[in-house]
């Protein structure tokens, strides 16, 4: 699984967070970590797992008491501040790529906020 940061991916000045190239056994590593995330309050720092490999950017997720999505001061630590329901709601977009290898992609997130997290086993969307 790799992870980088693409600036300006449409006309509306948004950006993404994109983690792609992975297989169904890292996409269900993935989530759960997500899933210690919610049920141990932890910080995750996508930097420091051996099956991430960081190319211009890392990501640290959090729990906050809103959701927030990905922030950044300098567009190279990204920090993504969800509710345990927002965490919650990714393990179930996570689902179908732990249980068979998928191709499409898919946002983990839709919230008023110019960065958006992507899941993208191929890199595209």
């Not at 190279?76 to 499409?104: H, M, R, S």
Request: hydrophobic share 40%.
């Amino acid at each position: 699984m790799e992870l980088d940061y693409i600036e300006n991916v449409n006309e509306f000045d948004e950006h993404v967070v994109r983690l792609y190239n992975f297989n169904q056994v890292e996409a269900i590593l993935f989530r759960d970590l997500i899933l210690e995330v919610i049920n141990n309050n932890l910080k995750l720092n996508l930097e420091k797992l051996n099956f991430i490999k960081t190319r211009n950017c890392n990501l640290i997720l959090g729990l906050l008491d809103s959701d927030e999505g990905i922030f950044t001061k300098d567009n190279e630590t990204f920090f993504c501040a969800l509710t345990k329901d927002g965490y919650q709601n990714i393990v179930k977009l996570l689902e179908p790529y732990c249980t068979q290898e998928k191709k499409n992609h898919q946002y983990l997130y839709d919230l008023d906020n110019n960065i958006n997290l992507l899941f993208a086993p191929e890199g595209t969307w």
